[in-house]
């Protein structure tokens, strides 16, 4: 019986360590795949030219300055157009 006890105790120590290698294996691929995944991605974005975000930004904010400068020249045109009435 003990000897019975001392082969199920090596198979799972066996299946075990075979399953702990098999789970390091499939991790490290994982990483592996996500950084070539991302490589990929970088450089596809970098062939389409984008812009970053931070150029976004200062774009959109130059742009809404415009816009509240045009709304201003238009009042101010308004208000010249009524006084020359």
Excluded: P, W, Y
Aim: charged letters at 40%; proline letters at 0%.
């Amino acid at each position: 019986m003990s000897q019975d006890n001392k082969f199920f105790e090596d198979f799972s120590k066996l299946a075990g360590s075979a399953m702990n290698q098999a789970f390091s294996s499939i991790a490290e691929l994982k990483v592996n795949f996500d950084a070539a995944i991302s490589h990929r991605l970088d450089k596809i974005l970098a062939d389409k030219k984008l812009v970053s975000r931070e150029e976004f930004e200062v774009v959109k904010k130059m742009a809404e300055e415009a816009r509240k400068d045009c709304i201003k020249l238009n009042k101010i045109m308004e208000a010249n157009k009524k006084g020359k009435k």
